[in-house]
């Protein structure tokens, strides 16, 4: 099925000017976008991977990560291929920059698979592995079908989008996840080709919106500054305290051939968040407490062992031990 593109431009000499992501890519006929999802065929924009299904699967809802958002439950996952930002240390450069094999599905079959994966305690469906903004059109044919089936719709992102395609996708989205890679812009222009900006303003707008969790890989000597990750932990701070953020380990991939980061820097990191931040986890690596507990009287409300979660604390959205109303827990 041929899609045309939503927000784009067309211009003299048959280039077309891309308005999905800030790049504003300028697309020569018969070329794509930095994304490669977005292809000038004779001067119209053609959405190329339109129900290209590269990556399916039943996953934990911890794993995208979102812990604070039906814990214990699952998610119909699906994924595609590209990217619109260029991380040198991209972690899932398979699906980003290589060229899977795909499936075609159509919106309706996946609102229908997702429907289907109730009995597996499936909450709905999520838009992840790769860059799911990049999928923008076949997201939003599909997310209105999912609401009809009054299913949960999350994407993963890493926020790299114009606000106003932003803005027309908000209204389906339940939670999204996205992934703030520093707090700088040095950081953003040499290493993903991107800039900080509008991520901040995505998380912004989504968190007023939506559910919102914020992921950051901490990256020996790039982004593992303290006083980086305080100035980020006191702007999330400043739109909700109970965001939940989740510091991830780094592990080489890709361009980058970086050292792991060590566990005390993540341990470090979690505690200069937590200066500001209620819910602070660590993740891609074992050993640390990603328990949730009650930030009034401490209790455990969940309980995690990797993706094996159990709700001890939690009742009808408050605290078992002090009754403390929790609508940042949606269960």
């Keep these: 099925m041929v899609k045309e593109a939503q927000f784009y431009e067309s211009l003299d000499e048959g280039l077309v000017k891309c308005g999905l992501c800030p790049h504003h890519c300028l697309i020569k006929a018969g070329q794509h976008g930095l994304c490669r999802s977005r292809i000038n065929k004779n001067g119209q924009l053609i959405a190329a991977n339109y129900s290209k299904v590269a990556s399916l699967a039943l996953d934990p809802i911890e794993k995208k990560p979102l812990y604070h958002f039906y814990p214990g439950k699952t998610i119909l996952s699906a994924g595609t291929f590209g990217c619109n930002l260029s991380c040198r240390f991209c972690q899932n450069h398979i699906l980003v920059h290589g060229q899977p094999d795909t499936q075609l599905i159509e919106p309706q079959q996946l609102a229908d698979l997702a429907w289907k994966s109730r009995q597996y305690e499936s909450i709905g469906l999520a838009f992840t592995y790769n ?168 209790g455990l409300l969940v309980k995690r062992d990797g993706y094996y979660t159990q709700i001890v604390g939690l009742e009808q959205g408050r605290c078992k031990a002090c009754g403390q109303d929790l609508p940042c827990l949606l269960s």
Aim: glycine letters at 2%; one cysteine or more; proline letters at 7%.
């Design 131 to 298: 860059e799911p903004i990049i999928w923008y059109e076949y997201i939003l044919d599909t997310a209105r079908l999912i609401k009809e089936k009054d299913l949960k719709l999350v994407l993963v992102s890493n926020g790299y989008i114009e606000d106003k395609p932003l803005q027309h996708l908000l209204p389906y989205l339940d939670a999204i996840n996205i992934d703030v890679k520093a707090f700088n812009e040095d950081f953003y222009k040499k290493l993903c080709r991107g800039s900080l900006k509008p991520v901040m303003n995505t998380v912004e707008q989504a968190a007023c919106r939506c559910h919102v969790e914020i992921t950051s890989l901490i990256i020996p000597h790039e982004n593992d500054n303290m006083e980086e990750i305080r100035e980020m932990s006191k702007w999330l701070a400043g739109i909700n305290p109970f965001i939940p953020l989740h510091l991830s380990r780094y592990h080489p991939a890709y361009k980058f051939k970086e050292e792991a980061t060590p566990a005390s820097t993540l341990e470090q990191a979690r505690q200069v968040a937590q200066e500001y931040l209620k819910h602070v986890f660590v993740g891609n690596m074992p050993g640390p407490d990603n328990n949730s507990y009650c930030p009034e009287c401490e």
